[in-house]
């Protein structure tokens, strides 16, 4: 069974940064893509970035430029920066990966940018 943990979300005004980190309970060596993925209130949750294991990533639309997501799979951990906040990204953001054809979520760290 794998647990994702996400932590680093928060107030912030417009224009500000933050950095959400993602703690994966096994070895992030061997499992290929990792996502974030972010659900405003009444909206679908919907794809941010994504980064394979060798480091290619892809991002939405929206973040590009902004966002930039990252992984350490020594430390077991997947990280998603995101400066110029704007209050469109309030939301909750969440860590995600496939596993040996499993799907696993963490429990979503709550963004709030202010205007």
């Known amino acids: 069974q794998v647990q994702l943990v996400e932590s680093g979300g928060g107030l912030v005004q417009a224009g500000g940064s933050l950095r959400l980190s993602c703690a994966v309970s096994v070895s992030t060596s061997s499992i290929d893509a990792i996502d974030w993925h972010r659900q405003a209130p009444g909206k679908q949750r919907e794809l941010v970035a994504t980064i394979s294991t060798v480091g290619r990533t892809d991002y939405a639309d929206f973040v590009k430029g902004r966002f930039t997501i990252s992984r350490d799979n020594a430390k077991n951990m997947v990280y998603l920066q995101m400066n110029s906040l704007k209050p469109g990204d309030t939301a909750v953001y969440y860590c995600?990966?496939?596993?040996?054809?499993?799907?696993?979520w963490g429990q979503g760290t709550q963004v709030t940018v202010s205007s």
């Open positions: 995600h990966l496939h596993d040996w054809g499993s799907e696993y």
